[in-house]
T-cell receptor, first 112, second 118 residues
Framework: EPEVTQTPSHQVTQMGQEVILRCVPI?????FYWYRQILGQKVEFLVS????????KSEIFDDQFSVERPDGSNFTLKIRSTKLEDSAMYFC??????????FGQGTRLTVV | AQKVTQAQTEISVVEKEDVTLDCVYE???????LFWYKQPPSGELVFLIR??????QNEISGRYSWNFQKSTSSFNFTITASQVVDSAVYFC???????????????FGKGTKLSVIP
């Protein structure tokens, strides 16, 4: 069964550093998403990406964040100058549209 | 804007009991999808069901069943004869079916933590 793959599964970084979270969506999917889940809280939408550009973003997704699809298979989330409050589980998802999105297993980011 | 409310923060049941998880949603759109996801302690999101707003038929899958009532904007989830392996956080979510922006992001509820005690 096709799956969305995220790497790394856990990343620890120092405050102020930049991190890149990587995702390999399902190959024939056209819509890509990043979500964030702070520990013990709900899953929140960050950004969607379609047709090689951001299609929608939430208030959380400010200038600290950026996304890229550098090579047609990977989908990355870059967080610049990380803060303690960026510690969370980050989920990548992909879909064919309104079909049910497939979620990756998540990357747990810990900022120390 | 969409909103999903899961009023039950935590529920504890004894194994073999039935349990219902409530979900109430708000949207101005007439067509939408509703979802349930399970998040076990390992952290991943496990898809359980998707329901189209035009399809109000209840669905049963093994010990799981879902009751969709458009009149009350609710999409409740029942686990029959609960088992310890059902212990997890369960999220209800909503997305609209048309987006001129090219995005079908999910709006999640806060989740209900279910603990099944042996």
């Amino acid at each position: 069964e096709p799956e969305v793959t995220q790497t790394p599964s856990h990343q620890v970084t120092q405050m102020g550093q930049e991190v890149i979270l990587r995702c390999v969506p399902i190959s024939n999917h056209l819509y890509f998403y990043w979500y964030r889940q702070i520990l013990g809280q709900k899953v929140e939408f960050l950004v969607s990406f379609y047709n090689n550009e951001i299609s929608e973003k939430s208030e959380i997704f400010d200038d600290q964040f950026s996304v890229e699809r550098p090579d047609g298979s990977n989908f990355t989330l870059k967080i610049r100058s990380t803060k303690l409050e960026d510690s969370a589980m980050y989920f990548c998802a992909s879909s064919e549209g309104t079909a049910s999105p497939f979620f990756g297993q998540g990357t747990r980011l810990t900022v120390v | 804007a969409q909103k999903v409310t899961q009023a039950q923060t935590e529920i504890s049941v004894v194994e073999k009991e039935d349990v219902t998880l409530d979900c109430v949603y708000e949207t101005r759109d007439t067509t939408y999808y509703l979802f349930w996801y399970k998040q076990p302690p390992s952290g991943e999101l496990v898809f359980l069901i998707r329901r189209n707003s035009f399809d109000e038929q209840n669905e049963i899958s093994g010990r799981y069943s879902w009751n969709f009532q458009k009149s009350t904007s609710s999409f409740n989830f029942t686990i029959t004869a609960s088992q310890v392996v059902d212990s997890a956080v369960y999220f209800c979510a909503l997305t609209i079916t048309y987006s001129g922006a090219g995005s079908y992001q999910l709006t999640f509820g806060k989740g209900t933590k279910l603990s099944v005690i042996p």
